[in-house]
T-cell receptor, first 117, second 114 residues
Framework: GAGVSQSPRYKVAKRGQDVALRCDPI?????LFWYQQALGQGPEFLTY????????KSGLPSDRFFAERPEGSVSTLKIQRTQQEDSAVYLC???????????????FGDGTRLSIL | KQEVTQIPAALSVPEGENLVLNCSFT??????LQWFRQDPGKGLTSLLL?????REQTSGRLNASLDKSSGRSTLYIAASQPGDSATYLC?????????????FGTGTRLTVIP
């Protein structure tokens, strides 16, 4: 596609439910990133994939958060047993380079706004 | 941990004015710095990327400068237009292999008044 696509755009869930957020990166982009953006804040890094390999998951806030990219393209961010503090916008980004060093810009999707009731 | 600060948090200017947005970061060891704009309810649009070895980048009415030693970057917008109204975020990328994440500031919300 022309850009990074995320779905759903909005997700409302009750506390304790599991949710899954999807990201379709730009075709051919090797690197894929997930960020969490709280209201009025800048995005904060969650995890990074190079193709199907999850090379950095240091930003995941707890073991309730899990991300995968099994075929090196589409990625899913799963949150188990959601809590109210998980409410945020979840942004996905992709970039062309995948060698660790990169001066390629990250291209962002419009995000999924998650609200936990 | 890298801390990124953007001042002011909000700015209103009349149409046609030139303006400067500021970004500062605590650790001068960066790989690059990127400026983004974010419209309400939208993702981030990359505006300019400055490599650590560069001093500035220009795109149309936008000019970004980088002074790595002092931990500062500025985004200059010339002849502002109402369509420039958005939140502007700067982000730095740390050096080193595997350092792929960006550290973001909290943004400057710009309003250009017609």
């Amino acid at each position: 596609g022309a850009g990074v696509s995320q779905s759903p755009r909005y997700k409302v869930a009750k506390r304790g439910q599991d949710v899954a957020l999807r990201c379709d990166p730009i075709s051919g982009h090797v690197s894929l990133f997930w960020y969490q953006q709280a209201l009025g804040q800048g995005p904060e890094f969650l995890t990074y994939f190079q193709n199907e390999a999850q090379l950095d998951k240091s930003g995941l806030p707890s073991d309730r958060f899990f991300a995968e990219r099994p075929e090196g393209s589409v990625s899913t961010l799963k949150i188990q047993r959601t809590q109210q503090e998980d409410s945020a916008v979840y942004l996905c980004a992709s970039s062309l380079d995948g060698r660790g060093y990169s001066n390629q810009p990250q291209h962002f999707g419009d995000g999924t706004r998650l609200s936990i009731l | 941990k890298q801390e990124v600060t953007q001042i002011p948090a909000a700015l209103s200017v009349p149409e046609g004015e030139n303006l400067v947005l500021n970004c500062s970061f605590t650790d001068s060891a960066i790989y690059n710095l990127q400026w983004f704009r974010q419209d309400p309810g939208k993702g981030l649009t990359s505006l300019l990327l400055i490599q650590s070895s560069q001093r500035e980048q220009t795109s149309g009415r936008l000019n970004a400068s980088l002074d790595k030693s002092s931990g500062r970057s500025t985004l200059y917008i010339a002849a502002s237009q109402p369509g420039d109204s958005a939140t502007y975020l700067c982000a730095v990328r740390p050096p080193g292999r595997g350092a792929n994440n960006l550290f973001f500031g909290t943004g400057t919300r710009l309003t250009v008044i017609p």
